[in-house]
C-alpha cells in the first residue's frame, strides 16, 4: 500500500493548500481559511498585461502561483523597475487592512496567474478571531522591517537613501 500524498484535486483543495503555505495566514485558523479559500479567485495574466497600475487604490492583496511579474515605478517622465515578483510570494499586503493607493505597477514578464486575496472578507475573518488578527497584524509589521533592512543594506548608508529616513520610523 502506497503513502505517498495526492496533490490538490480541485481548484478550492489548490487554493486552500496555497493559502496554509502562505507565512501570512500561518496563524490563522484552518476553518477560516477553509472559508476564504472560496472566496478567492484566479486571474490569468498574458506577458505585458498588468496585474495593477501605479496610483490604483485597491483592496486586495496577491499571490503569485505561476509566472512572474516586474515591479515598476515611474516619476514625471522616467519610469523605472525596481524588481521582480516571483511565483510563491505574495505582495500588496497592506491593501488587506485598508484600500491602499498603489506606489508601482505590477506587470506580467512571463504568462502568469494570481491567486486574489479579497481585503473585506479578510478583515472580517480576522474580527472574529482577534488572537488571529494580532498575529496577522505581526507578520505583516515583520514583512515591512525585513524589506525596510534589506533596503538599508542595499543602500549601504542613511546617507544614501533618498528618504533619509524608514518607514518603521513611521
Not at 490538490?8 to 472559508?35: G, H, M, T, W
Not at 514578464?109 to 472580517?124: N, Q, V
Request: charge should be neutral; proline fraction near 4%; charged fraction near 25%.
Amino acid at each position: 500500500m502506497e503513502t505517498s500524498q495526492k496533490p490538490p484535486s480541485c481548484e478550492y483543495d489548490q487554493n486552500l493548500d496555497l493559502l496554509l503555505k502562505a507565512e501570512i495566514f500561518s496563524k490563522v485558523p484552518l476553518e477560516r481559511l477553509r472559508s476564504y479559500a472560496l472566496l478567492v479567485k484566479r486571474m490569468h495574466y498574458q506577458v505585458g498585461e498588468h496585474v495593477f497600475h501605479q496610483g490604483d487604490i485597491d483592496n486586495k492583496a496577491y499571490l503569485l502561483i505561476e509566472g512572474s511579474l516586474s515591479v515598476k515605478h515611474s516619476y514625471v517622465d522616467k519610469s523605472s523597475t525596481h524588481g521582480t515578483i516571483t511565483q510563491g510570494r505574495i505582495f500588496g499586503t497592506l491593501a488587506l487592512l485598508a484600500d491602499t493607493e498603489r506606489l508601482f505597477s505590477v506587470q506580467a514578464i512571463t504568462a502568469a496567474m494570481c491567486l486574489i486575496l479579497p481585503r473585506p472578507k479578510g478583515l472580517s475573518e480576522l474580527d472574529k478571531d482577534p488572537e488571529s488578527a494580532k498575529t496577522f497584524l505581526k507578520i505583516i509589521t515583520d514583512r515591512i522591517t525585513h524589506w525596510e533592512k534589506n533596503c538599508l543594506v542595499e543602500a549601504a548608508s542613511i546617507e544614501s537613501c533618498p528618504c533619509k529616513y524608514g518607514v518603521s520610523l513611521i
